[in-house]
């Protein structure tokens, strides 16, 4: 196998802290997370104890108010800490980002209360959180969701099934889109469900193709009971609220598909500068040199389109769109940069002792999850084109 280090990616970071960030994100990755990836998405492993030391290292918590534990840094800065995590092993990069997704809510439209009651510990405390919005028949058409949380005196009760959670059975906090009201949009209310609430359970797993260290699976919600107090934003907020935490989910998910996609670069001009064919490496082969180079420019315009949206959104401007294209973008990317890698290694890409064909594999799920590359299509349309049957 290769041993030829990847040379990191060059930054551009607003701020000294912002630098030193990403220093010791680096240093975790590669004494934590790196070195044991491989074996553990083989045996599908979730690393817990990688998220508590990313709790105690307080990078659990980077967009959110330091008041509340949270790191305070721009998306901008965020985004490129997801990415070096995901450049390292999926399975973290990607569980930060959802566990931020998670957090959003609260954190967004929760009242003083109850952001000083919860923040600390989801941010800081060690928690890890699950987004409830997907169900069996409601993946892309999530307005149309069945979940019912019906009004008992102060409380509320949940009933109904949640699909395709990732670390759905694992978590300490669910935040969960159940029906309160009318039939769609405004009908939907939030809910921050805790993880031990009598009358939640989890399904087994999903048997996936890639992605196998971290957890998805169904989500039961019988009969579960919690106070209004629970209730994030007001009754029909619900489904605004998820559609606004998707926005900046989404650039999660980019940034984790242009790690994926730097990773399978890393690796295949590592072993295209060690196999030599024909009496040279391979790497001086012009066909596959074009192959490298299309990779490479693919991925920086990924990073540079993630992080203009992230600026917007930094700066306080819609960006909605430039998120779905970034999304898009990137994961598409992801998926041509992993197919490509596979193809240099030639039978080396196809076999377990090589990290490109696992790359391919989690690549994948990327242009699925948080909005199919399909409907991120549709969402750039709309901001061009305007909603469709006017």
């Not at 817990?48 to 949270?70: H, K, M, Q």
């Not at 439209?109 to 109850?114: F, L």
């Not at 809910?191 to 996936?208: I, R, T, W």
């Not at 989500?219 to 009971?225: C, E, F, I, K, T």
Request: proline content about 5%; some cysteine.
């Amino acid at each position: 196998m290769p041993d030829r280090a990847p040379q990191p990616v060059d930054r551009q970071l607003p701020t000294d802290e912002a630098r030193d960030l990403i220093s010791l994100v680096r240093d975790i990755a590669q004494r934590e997370i790196a070195p044991s990836a491989a074996e553990e998405e083989d045996a599908g492993r979730f690393p817990r104890e990688v998220f508590t030391l990313l709790s105690d290292s307080g990078l659990l918590g980077l967009p959110y108010d330091a008041e509340y534990g949270g790191g305070e840094q721009p998306y901008e800065v965020y985004l490129q800490v997801l990415e070096e995590l995901a450049a390292a092993r999926l399975t973290v990069g990607l569980g930060v980002s959802v566990h931020t997704l998670a957090s959003y809510a609260l954190a967004a439209y929760g009242t003083k209360e109850q952001q000083v009651e919860h923040l600390p510990a989801m941010l800081g405390g060690g928690l890890l959180g699950a987004y409830c919005l997907s169900e069996p028949a409601s993946g892309s058409d999530a307005a149309s969701l069945r979940t019912k949380a019906v009004r008992d005196g102060d409380d509320w009760v949940l009933t109904g099934t949640k699909a395709w959670i990732t670390h759905g059975g694992i978590a300490d906090f669910y935040t969960v889109m159940a029906r309160t009201g009318e039939e769609g949009p405004r009908g939907i209310t939030a809910f921050l469900v805790p993880g031990d609430a009598e009358g939640l359970s989890a399904a087994v797993p999903e048997k996936k193709m890639g992605l196998k260290g971290s957890p998805t699976a169904q989500v039961h919600l019988d009969g579960v009971r919690v106070s209004d107090a629970r209730r994030l934003g007001d009754e029909g907020q619900g489904f605004a609220i998820a559609l606004s935490a998707l926005d900046s989910g989404r650039l999660g998910i980019a940034a984790c598909a242009i790690g994926v996609a730097q990773a399978a670069l890393d690796e295949a001009v590592s072993y295209a500068a060690d196999r030599r064919q024909f009496g040279k490496p391979i790497s001086d082969f012009q066909g596959l040199r074009f192959m490298l180079a299309d990779m490479a420019t693919q991925i920086e315009a990924g990073r540079a389109l993630y992080l203009t949206a992230a600026r917007l959104r930094d700066a306080g401007l819609p960006f909605a769109k430039q998120a779905a294209m970034a999304k898009l973008h990137c994961t598409d990317t992801a998926m041509r940069a992993t197919t490509d890698a596979v193809q240099i290694l030639g039978g080396y890409g196809y076999t377990a002792d090589f990290p490109a064909e696992r790359y391919m594999r989690e690549a994948k799920v990327l242009q699925i999850v948080e909005g199919t590359n399909q409907i991120q299509r549709m969402v750039i349309a709309r901001h061009l084109a305007g909603p469709e049957g006017r």
